[in-house]
């Protein structure tokens, strides 16, 4: 998701993610949220890239999202999934 978004992945991939843009101003425009497109199917449309990658991209903490490199990035995922693995 962060190559995707940061033009560092393949462009098919790229053109699957779209930001989150709210109808009227809100806090939330500027957090670097997508959005998640509706799927028909639970079982198969729920798994697909377009839907389950912004869904868990959201999930993630700002400062994460927000990370400046792709070795921030890495560094702080891997330190957030182990503390939610393991606790504090």
């Known amino acids: 998701m962060y190559k ?3 033009t560092l992945a393949p462009q098919y991939l790229t053109d699957l993610l779209h930001p989150y843009t709210p109808s009227r101003s809100l806090r939330s425009s500027d957090t ?3 959005s998640i497109p509706r799927s028909r199917l639970r079982t198969v449309g729920d798994r ?3 839907v389950a990658a912004p ?3 959201n999930a993630l903490p700002p400062e994460i999202r927000n990370a400046a490199s792709l070795d921030i990035f890495k560094s702080s ?3 957030h999934l182990f503390t939610l693995a393991f606790g504090p």
Do not use: C, P, Q, V
Request: hydrophobic share 55%.
């Open 48 to 50: 697909a890239f377009s």
């Open 32 to 34: 670097g949220l997508l």
């Open 77 to 79: 995922l891997k330190t």
């Open 4 to 6: 995707s978004l940061h």
């Open 55 to 57: 869904t868990l991209w």
